[in-house]
């Protein structure tokens, strides 16, 4: 019997009509697999499972999920992040903690984005969360004051002002997380032109989330962004901690937030 795989138009074009007719055929299919998306087990002869293709710069790699996870699909991600994807499949990624934290590499002289994931409770329900706060100042492109306008830039974008933690922030058009062999990769903001989404924030390297973290983000398919100027949250140890300092910052009219849907796993 043949396995019940998915192949998009999009990974069929990328890996060729003899690749995937052998996929189909069950040639090629593996009989189980870990699902990219949400990490459990599964087995393409019992379910219908997506192909999905991971394209660094010079390499590919072909992945397995649970169709009811995410659909088959093509995710770009920079050769570094194909690497991280890889040894996460193989078990030598470090160990998930919440919350999580993680920076950019720093240029020399330069402030950088500060990133801790966490589950946050909104209203009654928990939802996937990433946190955003700059280690320095951060100045509006082509200025050198020593004014912060993080969050000016940041409600320009689309961001809308948080003034507590009830309501879910509406979702900003064009911008997504990439969640990739279940690790964070990136902050992708779209183009005006409608080129692809680039990375407004990316990891130096992939960002290990708790279970709980990505099972309520595939439950939602979306995660709230927060973002606060520098020293407004801090590196809190634990998730309570966490929301009391984005409480603290929101009474402050320092956050400002948005919904983003999930992009890739």
Not at 129 to 142: F, L, N, Q, S
């Amino acid at each position: 019997m043949s396995p019940m795989l998915d192949v998009s138009d999009d990974v069929r074009a990328e890996i060729g009509d003899e690749e995937a007719e052998r996929l189909l055929a069950g040639e090629n299919a593996p009989s189980s697999y870990d699902c990219t998306s949400c990490r459990t087990p599964g087995n393409p002869d019992q379910e219908r499972t997506s192909t999905v293709l991971f394209v660094g710069d010079e390499t590919a790699v072909l992945a397995f999920a649970h169709a009811s996870c995410i659909p088959s699909q093509v995710v770009s991600v920079s050769e570094e992040q194909l690497r991280g994807a890889v040894r996460s499949i193989t078990g030598e990624s470090p160990s998930p903690a919440a919350p999580a934290a993680s920076e950019l590499k720093p240029a020399p002289g330069q402030a950088v984005l500060g990133v801790t994931c966490g589950q946050i409770l909104i209203g009654d329900e928990l939802h996937a969360a990433i946190v955003v706060e700059p280690t320095g100042p951060i100045a509006r492109p082509g200025t050198e004051g020593p004014g912060d306008d993080f969050l000016p830039l940041l409600i320009e974008a689309g961001f809308l002002p948080v003034t507590d933690l009830a309501n879910q922030p509406a979702q900003l058009s064009g911008w997504s997380v990439l969640l990739a062999m279940g690790q964070l990769h990136a902050v992708l903001q779209g183009q005006q032109s409608g080129g692809q989404p680039v990375a407004w924030w990316q990891a130096h390297q992939p960002l290990t989330v708790t279970d709980g973290w990505r099972a309520s983000a595939n439950q939602r398919q979306s995660v709230v962004v927060f973002a606060a100027p520098s020293g407004s949250i801090g590196q809190q140890p634990r998730e309570d901690l966490l929301r009391d300092a984005l409480e603290k910052a929101a009474a402050g009219g320092l956050l400002v937030a948005a919904t983003m849907p999930l992009a890739g796993t």
